[in-house]
């Protein structure tokens, strides 16, 4: 990755970001080549070249988005582990910002409020729950939404239809 001012990057756990900035800085009282990126929101991280290149990633292909959308559409068996155990590797994947990955988290949530509204029960996601598939939902969306040239609302709306097809 070249990592120059104006490419557009994904930070896994932050989601797509421009170069603005790529300039040398003292840091720790050495003189090291660091990248600003401008993330949504407003936020600006600034990361060592070294570091940015573990860290940053270019945006998904189309064909990516075909995984995305194959694994929406799985069914998925729901997990009976206590949410903490679900919710380390839910979290794991978030900050990975792989767009598979968190394609499951929005499988696998969908899919077990959909078991716990077949069983009639009025329990629905818990709200920790419910965080993490809202985050993956925002990034995953964010993403299509650059890929596809289209707005998020556009992208979090077929992000839904695929969930439905499941």
């Given at each position: 990755?070249?990592?120059?001012?104006?490419?557009?990057?994904?930070?896994?756990s932050h989601g797509v970001g421009r170069i603005a900035?790529?300039?040398?800085?003292?840091?720790?009282?050495?003189?090291?080549?660091?990248?600003?990126?401008?993330?949504?929101?407003?936020?600006?991280?600034?990361?060592?070249?070294?570091?940015a290149r573990e860290l940053l990633r270019a945006p998904?292909?189309?064909?990516?988005?075909?995984?995305?959308?194959?694994?929406?559409?799985?069914?998925?068996?729901?997990?009976?582990?206590?949410?903490?155990?679900?919710?380390?590797?839910?979290?794991?994947?978030?900050?990975?910002?792989?767009?598979?990955?968190?394609?499951?988290?929005?499988?696998?949530?969908?899919?077990?409020?959909?078991?716990?509204?077949?069983?009639?029960?009025?329990?629905?996601?818990?709200?920790?729950?419910?965080?993490?598939?809202?985050?993956?939902?925002?990034?995953?969306?964010?993403?299509?939404?650059l890929v596809r040239g289209v707005g998020e609302d556009?992208?979090?709306?077929?992000?839904?239809?695929?969930?439905?097809?499941?």
């Open positions: 990755m070249r990592l120059q001012v104006g490419d557009v990057v994904v930070y896994g900035a790529r300039e040398t800085r003292v840091v720790s009282g050495e003189e090291r080549e660091v990248v600003a990126v401008e993330l949504g929101e407003g936020l600006t991280v600034t990361l060592p070249v070294d570091r998904v292909t189309e064909r990516d988005v075909r995984r995305v959308q194959e694994t929406l559409r799985q069914s998925a068996q729901v997990s009976q582990e206590p949410w903490l155990s679900r919710q380390r590797a839910a979290l794991a994947k978030l900050a990975d910002g792989d767009p598979v990955g968190l394609a499951e988290i929005l499988r696998d949530g969908a899919s077990r409020e959909r078991a716990l509204l077949a069983k009639g029960t009025r329990t629905q996601l818990s709200p920790g729950e419910r965080d993490v598939f809202a985050r993956a939902h925002q990034l995953l969306a964010s993403e299509i939404a556009e992208a979090s709306r077929w992000i839904d239809e695929q969930l439905a097809r499941a």
